[in-house]
């Protein structure tokens, strides 16, 4: 049937006998056989994403975002090669068998042998006539030249940042947190909306995070975005000189994430604003957040991913410092037209109404009809509040008498917020939490992203965590084994005496 | 031939099972070695290793004069002195080891499997658990295009609603599963889960959700959502087939259940 079709099967012999000649070893020859062995693997494993005609149309495709690739339009994001031309086979290769870090695409070769991804790579290119049509023309593609990484003087690097900001600030914004000016307009050329890279986690890079593989991302740009190839623009030197610089703002490894956020006693002045540098005092734990899309309207494609919590605290007060990452300041001074939708940004703490004193918790995600939560919410613009919910879409202003006075003081930078909400310990009365130092409470956090118009229940969510305000170490931690050490000295001497008794008696 | 010193074969004997243990745990059960149940174990062994040591007076003078020398020998000074200081300075860390706030986490544990109840009232319809069968699990042998049809139709349910969090290959790392991670997401594809399971818990689970658990599987905890407020009867029946058609395992039947009990 395949080699009913006269040009396409002389394009896969060509294909076939280029690919076999080649010199890479892992280049595999994609023929017709191969692709047809491909259709069960991807009809088992991509099809619920990608879709069965390959047309990134899966059941799953709109919830996702970014979107599944459509191979029929064969917009490969990294194919190695310069903006705007098909992939390498080899590019293809590497996508499917690592995954894409930060989206949903998963790395398959945990559950495909080698042959198998090369089959499903022979079968997804049969989607898009590009490929044939390039053999048909004879034309072959040129990978992109990446060379290997020049030495970079401080010099360079500083260089690097002033090109940065020259050339990547406007999407990447000037901290590298994805929040330049044309963040909130961007789309990919086959309509849906996609946000700059945080370039500072560099866990969520695609393609990998070395100087090497942001020089290549750099240089060649990504087809079907918005971010272009920078080749025509700059020298390979210069582009080297920025990936130098990312290289000083890209954090690899995903911080560790702690089940205990551990308050620190503080003495002195407290902490004047989210600002003041004594909130590093603390030290930070890194939450994951992820769409909430278990109760009410569900939220499938959130844009943060995480939150720093910091607590400090003294004699009467509780200082909660909380940071992260945000593309937008919303509501937007001017809401752009690509994307009208303008609700503001906003940030919940969630507490239990008392210290659980045995493993039973509320309800993680809003508390439950018998276990109510407080929540202590701030909302960019408006008001600090404090809240008691039943339920996620049971949140209410607060019930009790009356609620201890919360407040709460936040800025943004450079494609961050960081808010400091301030309460005393005491809880106001009924209904509300008094927070006890030295004891293990449940805590959990909500964001939303207005300009990803994430409001109510659409939002941002984590599960239970633990705060813990650590309490003065008690003496009798050092008493105990001041006296075993005491007492083992004792037994020493009393055996010394004991022996030499014994020596005189003999003698 | 000399003999072994009584006091370095007691020791050596100790530290010979001490090493035993750790290496049937490490190399054969491939398991980390539970740090309470060697405590036991080791309190035991020396018991015992000291009994037979010092069955007899001959013996037990054997084990203790090396330590007696160490008290009195003049030509042990030096090293005397060293233990007589380290001593009590051990004493001291090993206990504070022990009173030493620590600030881990809570220790929680909750049943992954609970018992189920004999029933579940969803879709305002009361179920019997102990009968309960899957409609479409017949066809699998009377109409097998009906029965690919229904897996088919599980499947869109499944990557519309599930697989952020259980994964689309079924393993339990959705791109969710990093935040919902306390409890993690269920592995369908190892063989603690639906392998071991019966159609009937699977539809009492993906219908009350997190909060239809019993207690002791901390219904708190559980970010599995309520299903029946999102899918039909007839949804869950048919992503249950998807789940078991794509792992490759078949689901535990009622028959072999009553045989064992």
């Excluded at chain 1, 007060?317 to 001074?333: H, T």
């Excluded at chain 1, 005491?486 to 020596?503: C, F, S, Y």
Aim: aromatic letters at 10%; proline letters at 8%; charged letters at 20%.
């Amino acid at each position: 049937m395949m080699l009913s079709n006269a040009p396409l099967a002389q394009a896969l012999m060509a294909l076939f006998i280029l690919a076999a000649a080649s010199p890479a070893s892992a280049q595999q020859a994609l023929t017709p056989e191969r692709a047809a062995k491909g259709k069960a693997v991807y009809e088992k494993r991509c099809a619920g994403c990608h879709g069965l005609t390959g047309q990134g149309d899966g059941p799953a495709a709109d919830r996702l975002r970014p979107r599944p690739r459509d191979f029929k339009t064969a917009f490969y994001k990294f194919g190695d090669t310069v903006f705007g031309k098909l992939p390498l086979d080899a590019a293809i290769f590497r996508a499917v068998a690592e995954g894409l870090p930060g989206s949903s695409m998963p790395g398959w070769k945990d559950v495909l042998r080698e042959e198998e991804i090369w089959d499903v790579v022979a079968y997804i290119k049969e989607f898009s006539r590009k490929f044939a049509r390039l053999k048909e023309r004879g034309e072959k593609l040129e990978p992109l030249e990446i060379g290997t990484a020049p030495k970079l003087t401080e010099t360079d690097v500083q260089e690097g940042k002033e090109l940065f900001l020259k050339n990547c600030e406007k999407c990447h914004g000037k901290a590298g947190r994805g929040s330049g000016p044309s963040a909130v307009a961007l789309k990919h050329d086959l309509g849906d909306r996609i946000w700059p890279r945080n370039l500072t986690k560099g866990w969520t890079y695609r393609n990998g995070n070395s100087i090497e593989n942001i020089y290549r991302t750099a240089a060649g740009g990504i087809t079907g975005t918005p971010m272009p190839s920078h080749l025509e623009s700059l020298q390979p030197a210069q582009v080297w000189k920025i990936a130098g610089y990312v290289d000083t703002i890209v954090q690899r490894e995903r911080p560790k994430t702690s089940e205990v956020i551990i308050g620190k006693p503080i003495e002195g002045a407290p902490p004047a604003g989210p600002d003041d540098a004594r909130g590093a005092e603390a030290a930070a734990t890194l939450i994951p957040l992820v769409g909430q899309i278990i109760e009410g309207e569900r939220w499938f494609t959130p844009t943060l991913d995480s939150v720093q919590v910091r607590a400090l605290y003294d004699s009467k007060m509780i200082y909660l410092l909380v940071e992260w990452d945000d593309p937008s300041a919303s509501p937007l001074a001017e809401p752009n037209d690509k994307f009208p939708v303008n609700e503001p940004d906003a940030f919940a703490v969630q507490l239990p109404v008392t210290i659980p004193a045995g493993m039973e918790k509320p309800y993680f995600l809003g508390g439950g009809q018998n276990s109510p939560v407080i929540l202590w919410k701030w909302t960019n613009g408006g008001a600090v509040e404090t809240l008691s919910s039943t339920g996620i879409l049971k949140a209410e202003p607060f019930a009790g008498p009356a609620a201890s006075a919360l407040s709460a003081n936040a800025t943004y930078v450079d494609g961050q917020w960081r808010a400091l909400f301030t309460r005393p310990l005491a809880g106001g009365g009924d209904g509300d939490l008094t927070i006890e130092t030295g004891k293990y409470i449940p805590i959990a956090f909500s964001a939303w992203d207005g300009n990803n118009g994430e409001k109510a229940e659409q939002r941002a969510i984590s599960i239970w965590y633990w705060l813990l305000l650590e309490p003065p170490t008690p003496l009798t931690v050092y008493l105990w084994p001041a006296i075993i050490g005491l007492l083992i000295a004792g037994g020493e001497l009393w055996l010394v005496r004991k022996t030499n008794q014994h020596a005189h008696k003999k003698e | 031939m000399k003999r072994i010193p009584k006091l370095a074969l007691t020791v050596g004997l100790i530290a010979a099972v001490y090493g035993l243990f750790v290496a049937v745990f490490t190399y054969i059960l491939h398991l980390p070695v539970p740090a309470s149940v060697m405590k036991m174990y080791m309190f035991f062994v020396t018991v015992v290793v000291l009994l037979v040591m010092t069955s007899n007076e001959d013996s037990a003078r054997e084990l203790v004069a090396p330590l007696e020398a160490l008290v009195y020998q003049p030509r042990l000074r030096r090293l005397r002195a060293a233990v007589f200081i380290v001593a009590p300075l051990a004493g001291f860390g090993l206990t504070y080891n022990v009173t030493r706030p620590t600030l881990d986490a809570p220790l929680e544990l909750r049943t992954v499997h609970p018992a189920p109840p004999n029933s579940v009232k969803v879709f305002g319809k009361t179920y019997n658990l102990l009968t309960l069968e899957n409609p479409y699990r017949a066809k699998e042998k009377s109409d097998l295009e009906a029965f690919r049809q229904a897996v088919e139709e599980g499947k869109t349910v499944y990557f519309q609603n599930c697989h952020y969090c259980h994964g689309d290959k079924l393993d339990g790392k959705g791109h969710f599963s990093g935040g919902f991670n306390n409890p993690l997401p269920a592995n369908f594809t190892d063989v603690g889960t639906i392998a071991q399971l019966q159609e009937s818990f699977l539809f009492w689970r993906i219908a009350t959700g997190g909060p239809g658990l019993p207690n002791e599987g901390a219904p708190w905890a559980s970010p599995m959502p309520v299903w029946s407020n999102y899918l039909t009867e007839d949804e869950i029946w048919k992503v249950i087939l998807f789940l078991y058609d794509y792992t490759g395992y078949a689901p535990r039947v009622m028959k072999e259940e009553k045989g064992h009990s």
